[in-house]
């Protein structure tokens, strides 16, 4: 089945840099990519997705990259902001079915 | 606005007390979705339903059961909860195979 890694576990970051949050996954046939951020006690959102056929994307401050040779894809935040504070989540979807695989998450802290 | 909504939002009950949480969608999606989620950890699927046709995850415990009456609800029954089976129980739909999951907010259970 497929597996994903994510890293770093916790990330702390001063208001207005950047973050950058990686996963790998094992499964090429893998095709869609999503990201969740999930704030505490909240439900996970989706925040950006990418599919397989596109190597970035972008809405405002919020971008995927995505390597399928490598199998990894990435999220970059820019400016980031207080409100960015969250835990994010990877994941990995297979073609043939239904299931997302997520990674461990990321849990993000934008220090004002 | 509500498109998954899940009742009730905190349920507690007692250990080998069977309880049932539900979930309804107004997005029409031929897909529902059972996850587990463990304080800071990912998402873990317990099973879905592609329109009447169940899917059970291999490691999902017998003591898990759901059921789909129509396309707009979804339940998750727990026969015989243990202490181990405190947690966030998140329902979440699809329009189709391969498509943005979109998530419930969630019921917390508390098993004393």
């Known amino acids: 089945g497929e597996n994903v890694e994510q890293h770093p576990s916790t990330l702390s970051v001063q208001e207005g840099d950047s973050a950058v949050i990686k996963c790998t996954y094992s499964?090429?046939?893998?095709?869609?990519f999503p990201w969740y951020k999930q704030e505490l006690g909240k439900r996970p959102q989706l925040i950006i997705d990418i599919r397989s056929n596109v190597g970035e994307k972008k809405d405002q401050r919020i971008a995927v990259t995505l390597n399928k040779t490598a199998k990894h894809f990435s999220l970059h935040i820019t400016e980031t902001q207080p409100e960015d504070s969250a835990v994010y989540f990877c994941a990995a979807l297979h073609n043939a079915g239904n299931m997302l695989t997520f990674g461990g998450g990321t849990r993000l802290m934008v220090k004002p | 606005d509500a498109m998954v909504i899940q009742n009730p939002r905190y349920q507690v009950t007692q250990f080998g007390k069977p309880v049932t949480l539900s979930c309804s969608q107004t997005?029409?999606?031929?897909?529902m979705y059972w996850y587990q989620q463990k304080s800071s950890q990912a998402p873990k699927l317990l099973f879905h339903?592609?329109?009447?046709?169940?899917?059970n995850e291999a490691d999902t415990p017998d003591n898990f059961q759901s059921r789909r009456p129509n396309t707009s609800f979804c339940f998750l029954d727990i026969r015989s909860p243990g202490l181990g089976d405190a947690a966030m129980y998140l329902c979440?739909?699809?329009?189709?195979?391969?498509?943005?999951?979109?998530f419930g907010p969630g019921t917390r259970l508390t098993v004393t």
């Open positions: 997005l029409n999606h031929n897909v």
């Open positions: 979440a739909t699809s329009r189709v195979r391969g498509y943005e999951q979109y």
């Open positions: 499964d090429s046939a893998s095709n869609y």
């Open positions: 339903y592609y329109d009447k046709d169940f899917n």
